[in-house]
Nanobody, 116 residues
Framework: QLVESGGGLVQPGGSLRLSCVAS???????????MGWYRQAPGKQRELLAS???????NVADSVKGRFTISRHNSKKTVYLQMNGLKPEDTAVYYC?????????WGQGTQVTVFS
C-alpha cells in the first residue's frame, strides 16, 4: 500500500515536500523497485515526473527539471519529492508508484494546488 502525503495549497514560487510510504511492502521487495512520482492534472493523463533507483540514481522529466528533486530512504521504505519554484501548471494530484507501475496498485495521491 502506497500512502502519499505532503500536498497542499501554495503560491507560485513556493515549495512543498511530498512523501510516499510503502507501508506494507517488505523491505527487500521495496528495494527491488525503481520508484517514481507521477501526477495527474484534471482532464489530462497521468505523467511520470521523476524516478529513483535503489542506489539513488535519478531521472527527472524536462518539464520539472531544475525544480523537482526525487530521493528515497530505503530503510524507511519512503520516497520523497522536493518541489521548488512551483507554478500554477503544477496543480495536480501527485502519486508515487514503481516504474513502470505494472500491476501495482495506486494510492489515493496527494493534492497540490498552486494559486496566485
Amino acid at each position: 500500500q502506497l500512502v502519499e502525503s505532503g500536498g497542499g495549497l501554495v503560491q507560485p514560487g513556493g515549495s512543498l515536500r511530498l512523501s510516499c510510504v510503502a507501508s506494507r511492502a517488505i523491505l527487500s521487495t521495496f528495494n527491488q523497485y525503481v520508484m517514481g512520482w507521477y501526477r495527474q492534472a484534471p482532464g489530462k493523463q497521468r505523467e511520470l515526473l521523476a524516478s529513483v533507483t535503489k542506489d539513488g540514481n535519478t531521472n527527472v522529466a524536462d518539464s520539472v527539471k531544475g525544480r523537482f528533486t526525487i530521493s528515497r530512504h530505503n530503510s524507511k521504505k519512503t520516497v520523497y519529492l522536493q518541489m521548488n519554484g512551483l507554478k500554477p501548471e503544477d496543480t495536480a494530484v501527485y502519486y508515487c508508484n514503481s516504474v513502470p507501475s505494472g500491476s501495482n496498485s495506486w494510492g489515493q495521491g496527494t493534492q497540490v494546488t498552486v494559486f496566485s
